[in-house]
């Protein structure tokens, strides 16, 4: 059963029930939809699509905030058998240019954050169709919701497998070149299934989604409400999420499930330890489980919390893009093995292996592989870089990992240099790209430091030319406006930037010779 086909069931059996309620704060706005509702809405707009000439296997842009009509937007694309190509919205304006010109999409359906990144690039693009969620229409483009006045609701005359594509993620949120994930139809039932099967969700549940629906996270975590007919709650908006904008969703909407990154998960306990926050003021007895993951989870983070939450369970999770999201978990009886990652969920199987492929004994650092239903189909137009990551019919995840006694999966590295920061993927060699193209700059470094709130933030490193000088405030100026704000490294060093007699830079060097550098956030 597709997750298309889930909603439609939903709609079957549970027409009246709330599907998903939206909420933008800070604008006493409050939204909800029945399962009738949102399937009748994503038929709509699929036959509108359809219309437009989407047909099976094209890719359909799809570039918008948390909101229903994202998930409407991307239940509609699915339903025509057309790939959902969701892009992260921190994207600028050339790395949204570069993911269409590689997708080869001629539709996006957008919202307005995105008027003025789509207009500086739209004569640029091959998009022939703009749907627009919003008010202030741009010229050229179709109103959302007048479409699906206008369209039957019968659902698409479309079959599909589990072998059909679905969807395309790009994998990274920087510059240069970023990875297109295709994943089909069987990875998504595959998630929904073993998600239900590891958390129990029932139709009474409420899933708060507040990770960007753009991510294979939090969604396909809820894919195991969804697979029973349970309601989402969503936080749209630009409101930043603060503890205290946790607790009244919770307090209001009866949530019972949420995944938190460790920065919100830090800001929660760091909240409630001074006093701004109290969990005696509101009613918090709904929430039962707490997922955290995206990034290696603190044990005494979770003990912190715990502490507070005594009734609640908490889950670690490990997953990529190529697994179609969650793919390990810890489980809600393991407290006593904090700090590892895991086990693999239903239908997953996994190795850890040395530099040729060869299984490790327990104990000892290899590279995780993985194989099951959930895991990629492909990189679009990459055959090299599939070819390496699909080696032997095992997905290698580049993540060093290893197995304790009881089987359990700790995460000990990445086997590249990726900086993972509050969540999201850094790719060094990305920025480096940007930084040496200063025109006083000769080489540059990108690397993590550790922080307690985001996990790592970005350093560099930058080695100017011979006779040049660089500040700190030139440098900040020229990147700044080339790079999304997340991946701005936030400690600018100058240096000579070690390499060694093959071209390689020496991150190990670097990080040996900063290994007490430390971030202080201004204010």
């Given at each position: ?13 549970y ?10 704060p ?19 707009l ?12 094209d ?17 509609a ?6 790939w ?27 919202d307005?954050?995105?008027t003025?990144?789509?207009e500086?690039?739209r004569?640029?693009?091959p998009?022939?169709?703009?749907i ?10 179709e109103?959302?919701e007048?479409?699906?006045k ?6 698409p005359?479309?079959k ?22 295709v994943l089909?139809?069987k990875?998504?039932e ?14 009474d549940?409420?899933?708060l989604l507040l ?6 996270g ?12 349970a ?16 607790f ?6 009866r ?6 990154l460790?920065p ?15 969990v005696?003021?509101y ?8 997922h955290?993951?995206a990034?290696p989870v ?6 912190h ?14 997953g ?5 999201g ?29 530099s ?17 239903n959930?895991?990629?189909?492909e ?8 070819a ?18 009881d089987?359990?999966?700790?995460f ?5 240099d ?18 040496m ?5 000769k ?7 550790p ?18 000088e ?5 440098m900040?100026?020229?990147?700044e ?5 997340y ?6 060093i ?5 390499r ?8 190990t060097k670097?990080r ?9 956030p201004k204010?």
């Amino acid at each position: 059963m597709t997750i298309a086909e889930m909603l439609a069931k939903n709609a079957r059996r549970y027409p009246h029930r709330p599907a998903l309620i939206e909420i933008q704060p800070g604008k006493n706005f409050r939204k909800q939809i029945t399962w009738q509702e949102f399937n009748d809405r994503v038929n709509r707009l699929a036959n509108t699509l359809m219309s437009r000439g989407v047909k099976k296997g094209d890719r359909v842009m799809h570039l918008m905030m948390n909101s229903i009509n994202w998930l409407e937007a991307y239940f509609a694309i699915i339903k025509t058998g057309a790939w959902s190509v969701p892009l992260n919205f921190r994207f600028i304006s050339r790395q949204i240019k570069y993911c269409v010109d590689i997708a080869g999409a001629e539709v996006m359906i957008m919202d307005a954050a995105f008027t003025e990144r789509i207009e500086a690039i739209r004569a640029e693009l091959p998009v022939k169709h703009y749907i627009f969620a919003g008010p202030n229409v741009p010229a050229g483009m179709e109103a959302f919701e007048d479409l699906l006045k206008d369209s039957s609701v019968q659902p698409p005359d479309v079959k599909l497998s589990g072998d059909d594509e679905c969807a395309l993620y790009f994998t990274s949120g920087t510059t240069g070149e970023p990875k297109a994930t295709v994943l089909c139809h069987k990875a998504m039932e595959n998630t929904a299934i073993h998600e239900n099967y590891a958390h129990r969700e029932t139709i009474d549940d409420n899933f708060l989604l507040l990770q960007p629906l753009f991510h294979t996270g939090g969604k396909m975590h809820w894919f195991g409400s969804l697979i029973v007919g349970a309601r989402a709650t969503i936080l749209s908006g630009n409101e930043r999420v603060t503890p205290r904008l946790i607790f009244d969703t919770i307090h209001k909407e009866r949530i019972t499930i949420i995944m938190l990154l460790v920065p919100w998960l830090q800001d929660m306990v760091t909240a409630l330890d001074n006093g701004e926050l109290n969990v005696q003021d509101y009613d918090l007895s709904s929430w039962r489980l707490m997922h955290s993951g995206a990034q290696p989870v603190p044990p005494v983070l979770i003990h912190h919390w715990k502490g507070y939450f005594l009734n609640a369970d908490y889950e670690t999770h490990y997953g990529l893009t190529e697994s179609a999201g969650p793919c390990i978990h810890l489980g809600t009886k393991n407290m006593h093995k904090l700090g590892a990652i895991g086990k693999p969920n239903l239908n997953w199987d996994y190795r850890i292996v040395d530099s040729n492929d060869n299984d490790v004994p327990q104990g000892i650092i290899g590279e995780l592989l993985l194989k099951g239903n959930g895991v990629m189909k492909e990189y679009y137009k990459n055959p090299k870089a599939t070819a390496q990551a699909l080696k032997g019919g095992w997905l290698h995840t580049g993540d060093m990992v290893k197995l304790d006694k009881d089987d359990f999966i700790y995460f000990a590295d990445r086997k590249k240099d990726v900086v993972i920061t509050g969540g999201e993927n850094i790719y060094p060699v990305d920025l480096e790209t940007v930084l040496m193209a200063h025109p006083k700059a000769k080489d540059a470094a990108i690397f993590g430091i550790p922080d307690a709130r985001l996990g790592e933030v970005v350093a560099a490193v930058v080695e100017p030319k011979v006779g040049m000088e660089i500040t700190e405030k030139e440098m900040r100026e020229y990147f700044e406006p080339l790079l999304p704000k997340y991946a701005w490294p936030r400690i600018v060093i100058f240096d000579k930037v070690p390499r060694n007699p093959t071209g390689k830079i020496e991150k190990t060097k670097i990080r040996d010779k900063y290994a007490n550098l430390k971030w202080q956030p201004k204010g």
